[in-house]
């Protein structure tokens, strides 16, 4: 670990992975002396409303009893263009007992960054670093989840670390906080695949996943439990259908398409931007590959017609009844396009 000495003036810190964000975070704030309870040179201001003038003011201040002021931005992404700019002109010139670490709030690596991250991280990058949280990939990500183990005293089989990547939807952040719970349930000994099928909850990603890879084999019993599950913790079925269920599943439709299309183009083809199937993780590629085996570009096709109807009915604009039943027609025609593998 550096010292304080070589701490820069300025940090941002960006990626999905809120757990390695905390971590980035705490770090920091330790190698600067104001991780204590009654640190009194560390603050906090929220991007949402905070103007460059203010984050300067703060972070300025000479420090009291520790080496260095640190400011902690959070949501540094929500800056205003302007207030952005004008902070990202500054940085060079704050003093030398100043830590600003900039925190931006991303839920996905591949979405569009956002004005203030436009103008702010080149910036930072010449006064101080960028710390980039991106998730670690296949192998990698199972041997941080066994060191993860080893830290809460268990031992994590990697028959285990890979079925609890698949159920997290490979977010170390999810998988971290199912080993918590496996830990206590194994009690210090080891934790195998048994424990993670029965005490690690899975992320609605991994639902839908396994939902669109029953109806891929035209499995309706087992897509809708998988359905039943994903309602279980709401009341208003349109609602939660709308907000997540729709868009997860025409996500993972359009990776679905690309992989049947790399399939029929033996590997070449051009892919979109966002979703894209040539830069999902190997679990995504090699499941998605399987999935789609036994299906043509046609049959995906209806699928996500299907889906469009039914976003259709729940909206009123296609005759419909109840929305449940109408999520359950889905998989039903769904099924029965995959059986008819044309």
Not at 11 to 20: P, V
Not at 36 to 53: I, Q, Y
Not at 215 to 226: D, S, T
Not at 270 to 293: D, I, L, M, P, W
Request: aromatic share 4%; proline share 3%; net charge neutral.
């Amino acid at each position: 670990m550096a010292s304080k000495k070589d701490l820069s003036r300025v940090y941002a810190i960006t990626g999905a992975e809120s757990l390695l964000v905390r971590e980035a975070v705490a770090d920091l704030k330790i190698r600067a002396g104001a991780d204590g309870a009654d640190a009194f040179d560390f603050a906090e201001l929220d991007g949402t409303s905070a103007t460059a003038s203010e984050i300067i003011d703060a972070v300025a201040t000479v420090p009291f009893l520790a080496e260095r002021r640190t400011l902690l931005v959070s949501r540094a992404d929500r800056l205003k263009p302007d207030e952005a700019r004008h902070l990202g002109e500054r940085l060079d010139r704050l003093p030398a007992t100043s830590l600003l670490i900039l925190v931006f709030d991303s839920q996905e690596d591949e979405r569009k960054a956002s004005p203030a991250e436009t103008a702010l991280l080149p910036m930072v990058s010449k006064a101080g670093e960028v710390i980039k949280c991106a998730t670690p990939q296949s192998a990698a990500l199972v041997s941080d989840l066994q060191r993860r183990a080893d830290a809460m005293g268990a031992k994590l089989d990697r028959a285990a670390a890979v079925a609890l990547a698949e159920m997290t939807s490979n977010s170390l952040s999810e998988a971290a906080a199912e080993l918590e719970k496996c830990s206590l349930y194994a009690s210090g000994g080891t934790i195998d695949r048994t424990i993670v099928a029965k005490v690690a909850t899975p992320s609605k990603d991994w639902e839908v996943f396994k939902m669109l890879d029953a109806v891929c084999a035209g499995n309706l019993g087992p897509a809708l439990e998988h359905l039943r599950r994903l309602l279980s913790e709401t009341s208003k079925i349109e609602d939660a259908a709308m907000r997540s269920l729709f868009p997860m599943m025409h996500r993972q439709l359009r990776i679905l398409w690309q992989a049947k299309a790399s399939e029929t183009a033996n590997g070449v083809g051009v892919f979109v931007k966002r979703h894209n199937f040539a830069t999902a993780s190997e679990y995504v590629q090699g499941r998605s590959s399987a999935t789609v085996r036994n299906l043509s570009l046609g049959n995906i096709a209806k699928m996500m017609r299907q889906l469009a109807e039914a976003d259709m009915r729940l909206k009123g604009q296609l005759p419909a009844a109840f929305p449940r039943e109408t999520l359950e027609r889905m998989l039903f025609e769904m099924c029965e396009i995959a059986a008819s593998r044309n």
